[in-house]
């Protein structure tokens, strides 16, 4: 299913990883914000949203880094260059994330800042929408948000333009030993 997920979403665009270890995808991490040069300066820094994948690393590698805030309000997702979070589920025939969104922060890192980087635990995967909807139960969710690829519209003139409502570049990150959804 990873792969079949993979080539579905890298044909939207999108950046599909693998890591076995919480630990391998936060070096992963660590390397992408410093290649981005993530700084403390306005439109350069980065925003993190409450997760579990936070839960299983040293967090201290990421605050290290100047300009990552995991205090997450609107003007600072606005202002983001990356936005991270955690999705809860990845639909292999379309490349779809689907995340519980409820929590404000998790939407605000997800749409607002210019890359998004989402993680999600392997078990998370299922092969479509049906059987997504025979493990979750979207009645919980206040709020569901389905990312597949960068945001695009082709409604200006017919022209296919990325980023204009949301993210212009999506990294998905997936972690074999993180828990699934609940």
């Known amino acids: 299913m990873y792969e079949q997920f993979k080539v579905k979403a890298e044909g939207v665009s999108a950046e599909v990883h693998r890591f076995t270890t919480s630990a391998d995808a936060l070096a992963f991490l660590v390397d992408f914000l410093q290649e981005e040069e993530v700084t403390d300066q306005d439109g350069r820094y980065c925003v993190v949203a409450d997760s579990p994948f936070l839960g299983s ?78 493990d979750a139960d979207p009645d919980k969710a206040g709020y569901l948000a389905m990312i597949t690829g960068p945001s695009r519209t082709a409604d200006i003139e017919r022209v296919l333009t990325i980023g204009v409502h949301g993210p212009a570049r999506l990294v998905i990150c997936f972690i074999d030993e993180l828990g699934g959804p609940n």
């Open 57 to 134: 690393i040293d967090r201290k590698q990421l605050a290290e880094i100047p300009g990552v805030f995991f205090d997450v309000t609107r003007e600072l997702a606005a202002g983001a260059k990356v936005g991270i979070s955690q999705v809860d589920w990845a639909l292999a025939d379309t490349g779809t994330l689907v995340q519980d969104a409820t929590a404000a922060d998790k939407r605000l890192v997800s749409t607002l800042p210019l890359i998004h980087i989402a993680m999600i635990a392997t078990s998370g995967l299922r092969p479509d929408m049906p059987a997504w909807l025979a």
